[in-house]
């Protein structure tokens, strides 16, 4: 997927959902039931079980409206750096910061791609839903390894294809969230013959049970009326990628992707 179309697509997501919720709630990203376990959401998830550093700088790649830098500024001294490529984010990010200046210092919000990312400059990097719209996803985890100091870490949250062969539904995902790749765990296990050196093995921690999976008649027929609504409006972004998420779900109900988060230390 281009820069262009990821911009685009998330500049009108994030319009859509601005008319919804204010940009200081939580994010599209998936709810996951922790149970027992002392968290409400990924990123709470990331500060009890990972922890984080409370010098140096922390970057959440693909940060939304800047929900996650927010939650994070609450629990580190760290500087916090938000990278998206939509311009509607940033500035929804900008402007609910500057509701709570006094109290947020430690944020700042770019537009930019995280392939971008200064060499030897993060001591953790935070990917939650993004690392699958890079148009080379191993190249894209290698250029993130590398903007982490040594000992840095890279949290990658992600829905991680499981089969060998495409089918017919993971196509239709891939097109309507333009992927290029399906995200899995070899891109993972390739690593190991990475030019920048990690410990082996990384941490990988299965979320998929703490999900909500709709069934897959219900997510079936979503995907039925978005189809018939986009005869009328073949171009709307932000409808295909909801169609795209409701055979996602879909996708989850047959067991053919998990929800994973993976820990990778740079050495």
Same mark, same amino acid.
């Given at each position: 997927?281009?820069?262009? &179309?990821?911009?685009?697509?998330?500049? *009108?997501?994030?319009?859509?959902?601005?008319?919804?919720?204010? @940009?200081?709630?939580?994010?599209?990203?998936?709810? =996951?039931?922790?149970?027992?376990?002392?968290? &409400?959401?990924?990123?709470?998830?990331?500060?009890?079980?990972?922890?984080?550093?409370?010098?140096?700088?922390?970057?959440? !790649?693909?940060?939304?409206?800047?929900?996650?830098?927010?939650?994070?500024?609450?629990?580190?001294?760290? @500087?916090?750096?938000?990278?998206? #490529?939509?311009?509607?984010?940033?500035?929804?990010?900008?402007?609910?910061?500057?509701?709570? $200046?006094?109290?947020?210092?430690?944020? /700042?919000?770019?537009? *930019?791609?995280?392939? $971008?990312?200064?060499?030897?400059?993060?001591?953790?990097?935070? !990917?939650?839903?993004?690392?699958?719209?890079?148009? +080379?996803?191993?190249?894209?985890?290698? &250029?993130?390894?590398?903007? %982490?100091?040594?000992?840095?870490?890279?949290?990658?949250?992600?829905?991680?294809?499981?089969? *060998?062969?495409?089918?017919? +539904?993971?196509?239709?995902?891939?097109?309507?969230?333009? =992927?290029? $790749?399906?995200?899995?765990?070899?891109?993972?296990?390739?690593?190991?013959?990475?030019?920048?050196?990690?410990?082996?093995?990384?941490?990988?921690? +299965? /979320?998929?049970?703490?999900?909500?999976?709709?069934?897959?008649?219900?997510?079936?027929?979503?995907?039925?009326?978005?189809? @018939?609504?986009?005869?009328?409006?073949? &171009? +709307?972004?932000? %409808?295909?990628?909801?169609?795209?998420?409701?055979? =996602?779900?879909? #996708?989850?109900? $047959?067991?053919?992707m998990k929800y994973l988060a993976?820990?990778?230390?740079?050495?």
């Amino acid at each position: 997927m281009s820069k262009q &179309n990821v911009s685009g697509l998330y500049d *009108q997501l994030s319009s859509m959902e601005h008319l919804i919720k204010s @940009a200081s709630t939580y994010p599209i990203h998936k709810r =996951l039931n922790f149970a027992s376990e002392p968290s &409400n959401d990924i990123y709470e998830w990331i500060v009890n079980v990972i922890g984080l550093p409370n010098q140096g700088l922390i970057i959440d !790649a693909g940060c939304g409206t800047g929900w996650g830098c927010q939650f994070i500024s609450k629990h580190s001294k760290a @500087a916090i750096l938000g990278v998206s #490529l939509s311009e509607q984010e940033i500035e929804l990010a900008d402007k609910a910061l500057k509701t709570n $200046e006094n109290t947020l210092k430690n944020i /700042h919000f770019k537009q *930019q791609s995280f392939d $971008e990312l200064a060499t030897d400059s993060a001591d953790l990097i935070i !990917a939650v839903e993004s690392i699958k719209h890079s148009q +080379d996803i191993r190249l894209s985890i290698e &250029n993130m390894l590398a903007a %982490l100091r040594p000992n840095g870490k890279l949290i990658i949250v992600d829905d991680f294809y499981c089969e *060998q062969t495409f089918s017919q +539904d993971a196509t239709q995902y891939m097109q309507d969230w333009h =992927l290029y $790749e399906m995200l899995s765990v070899q891109h993972i296990q390739a690593l190991k013959n990475s030019l920048i050196p990690i410990k082996i093995p990384p941490q990988i921690f +299965d /979320h998929t049970f703490k999900m909500h999976i709709p069934m897959r008649a219900w997510s079936s027929m979503k995907t039925f009326v978005c189809n @018939a609504i986009l005869r009328f409006r073949k &171009n +709307d972004l932000a %409808l295909r990628a909801f169609k795209g998420g409701f055979i =996602l779900d879909k #996708l989850y109900a $047959e067991q053919k992707m998990k929800y994973l988060a993976v820990v990778l230390v740079r050495q």
